[in-house]
């Protein structure tokens, strides 16, 4: 329930801010609107209110909207709407109509990085855990325990900032400066190389390839949580148990307890737990569980974790309002910039198509960032209000950039586009935005088949 409300309240925020720009500027210019709707198809709702010719309406199919002007192109139009016909109206009228309905949604992402700004954004603190010897980060010279100040003198408050920065400079291929501090020892600058990952590397967890890992805590292999008639309650594990050996393997880490019964999956394990002085024995079978497609063993434990360590890794970032104001408009221009390099670069083929995501996914982003919080939503708000905004502003047919582009030409020749070259254009744009929506609902149904 939380994932459909999140998801139903950013699509009915976006469209309506989004219309809403187009209305907006419309009225501005004399043009009659003749129906304001968010969603598509048929009308669950409607209202009009007085001395007012537009119907404000809801629609049953909530991925998108609309805003219906008079326009002669449209149907028939009355010799007293003539006047306030959209067709009718200067050229640089109706280019500001169309591109306001974008420019709207990059205003709303503006003002949702103002606030989370302001409010306050949770994170990691940067520091590099295990850096793999042979990566990047290692040639470097960057070393487990590091904590990273800047990236090319840009200071870098977050592991998730420095996500982001390293993603941008990744679409150059670029060698970066990266100043980071150890335990007891100055700055120093080291400058790691961003060539060596290729393009399925930008598909998944691209730091990994560099050799970028996030420090966390040491979790001892300590029961700290057991589920209610579960396999290890059952098997008679207690919570504070130590577990010593599996197999009679040595177990030093609850991430290699994990490993182990993951990988045994319905077959007996024969584990030795410490309880206060005593050693016990304990025989268990994992629960076959499927997961993303592969079938792992689980018993329903969990480790108990040092709650005070993991907090010392957080970190708040907060800003005065006019420096929240600053960040957001360079954040909402970076990722403007970054989201036009990956389309790019998807057309180019050198990212994969699988960075696409369609309504699936980001209904289910839309949920997980409710739950972990009002900035981890606004955040997310404002990203796919960034996308919308780029997305329409694409030269191309049938969206806000495709008109643009068409008024573009009458500009250049003096006279409105032909309704042959109109129409053409349209189903242009019904053929790619069409493909485009094919993909992006198969990567949604594949991450949700394969993981």
């Not at 205003?107 to 306050?120: D, E, N, Q, R, S």
């Not at 077959?267 to 304990?282: N, P």
């Amino acid at each position: 329930m939380v994932t459909l409300f999140a998801f139903v309240g950013a699509i009915a925020l976006l469209v309506v801010f989004h219309e809403l720009g187009h209305y907006w500027v419309a009225r501005r210019c004399d043009v009659k609107v003749l129906r304001f709707s968010v969603g598509f198809g048929r009308v669950i709702y409607s209202k009009r209110f007085a001395n007012s010719a537009t119907e404000w309406v809801i629609s049953a199919i909530p991925l998108g909207g609309y805003v219906k002007m008079v326009d002669e192109r449209e149907g028939e139009v009355t010799a007293e709407d003539l006047p306030y016909a959209f067709n009718r109206k200067p050229v640089l009228q109706r280019m500001a109509i169309v591109a306001a309905g974008p420019l709207a949604n990059f205003l709303l992402a503006i003002v949702l990085y103002w606030a989370m700004f302001v409010y306050g954004v949770p994170g990691l603190k940067p520091i590099l855990g295990e850096v793999p010897p042979g990566s990047p980060a290692a040639a470097a010279q960057l070393q487990s325990g590091d904590t990273i100040l800047s990236i090319n003198d840009e200071t870098v408050p977050s592991w998730q900032e420095l996500r982001w920065r390293l993603l941008d400079l990744a679409l150059q291929q670029a060698e970066v400066k990266v100043e980071a501090v150890g335990a007891g020892s100055p700055a120093k600058t080291h400058i790691l190389d961003l060539g060596t990952l290729e393009a399925n590397d930008l598909d998944g967890d691209f730091l990994e390839k560099l050799g970028l890992h996030l420090h966390q805590p040491v979790v001892q292999p300590v029961i700290g949580k057991l589920v209610d008639g579960d396999v290890a309650q059952r098997a008679g594990l207690h919570q504070g148990d130590r577990v010593v050996k599996v197999d009679g393997m040595a177990i030093s880490l609850w991430s290699e307890f994990v490993d182990v019964v993951r990988a045994h999956p319905g077959q007996t394990l024969q584990i030795e737990v410490q309880r206060g002085d005593k050693i016990l024995a304990i025989a268990l079978v994992p629960q076959p569980t499927d997961d993303s497609g592969k079938t792992v063993g689980k018993i329903g434990a969990a480790p108990q974790v040092d709650l005070s360590e993991w907090q010392s890794l957080l970190v708040d970032v907060n800003y005065a309002p006019p420096e929240a104001m600053a960040r957001s408009l360079r954040k909402t221009w970076e990722t403007s910039v970054i989201t036009l390099k990956m389309l790019g670069k998807m057309v180019l083929g050198e990212v994969s198509m699988k960075n696409l995501s369609g309504p699936i996914t980001i209904a289910d982003y839309a949920g997980q960032s409710a739950a972990m919080g009002i900035a981890a939503y606004l955040g997310f708000l404002a990203l796919i209000s960034i996308s919308l905004g780029v997305l329409n502003m694409l030269p191309v047919p049938l969206l806000d950039g495709g008109h643009l582009l068409y008024y573009v030409a009458e500009l250049i020749k003096g006279s409105p586009v032909s309704d042959q070259a109109w129409d053409f254009g349209q189903k242009i744009g019904i053929a790619l935005l069409g493909t485009l929506m094919v993909f992006a609902i198969y990567n949604d149904v594949n991450r949700l088949v394969s993981g």
